[in-house]
């Protein structure tokens, strides 16, 4: 052809004669996905206890379902382990091993459990526990060092609570 060096799966070639046409096909390499969830509390799918072989360049959605109450808390092994999300990838260029940890995010109550706000931001986790005020007027300006938390009134669905539950930036 006018292009012997293509690559292309799909290849046309108009004949005006008798010709002898050679094909070499390249084998595509296969790696092993194992997958699993670290403790319990959920589960992963696709679910690779003993692994499963995927062509090289594969990318495999990955996706991991909570138990009630609990959330995700560690991706390992994936094309981003920084996600909280329960929709991962993984791209298939070596063996891999995906596994991921649920957590169940807590409640930190002020006042109660903690004196201050401040006192229950620096007590929380990472991400997704949950800050609950208690009616009262609090200061502003705190700092949530990066963390992904909620800082909600003890009672979100009555606007009286809410509006009784002040924080004065």
Not at 24 to 49: C, D, M, W
Not at 80 to 100: C, E, H, I
Not at 139 to 165: C, L
Request: proline fraction near 6%; include cysteine.
């Amino acid at each position: 052809t006018e292009d012997d060096l293509s690559k292309e799966p799909v290849k046309t070639i108009t004949m005006i004669a008798d010709v002898n046409v050679t094909v070499e096909f390249e084998k595509i390499p296969l790696y092993q996905l194992r997958t699993e969830v670290i403790g319990a509390n959920g589960t992963i799918s696709p679910y690779h206890r003993r692994s499963e072989f995927y062509p090289d360049g594969t990318i495999v959605t990955l996706i991991a379902t909570p138990d009630k109450t609990y959330g995700i808390d560690k991706w390992t092994g994936t094309d981003d382990d920084t996600l909280w999300t329960t929709t991962n990838t993984v791209t298939m260029n070596s063996d891999k091993a995906v596994t991921v940890l649920f957590r169940q995010p807590r409640a930190l109550h002020v006042p109660g459990q903690y004196r201050t706000i401040s006192d229950a931001i620096n007590a929380a986790y990472d991400h997704g526990d949950k800050v609950i005020v208690s009616a009262g007027t609090y200061p502003g300006g705190y700092d949530f060092m990066g963390k992904a938390i909620t800082v909600a009134s003890e009672h979100p669905d009555d606007p009286a609570s809410v509006a009784a539950t002040i924080i004065d930036c």
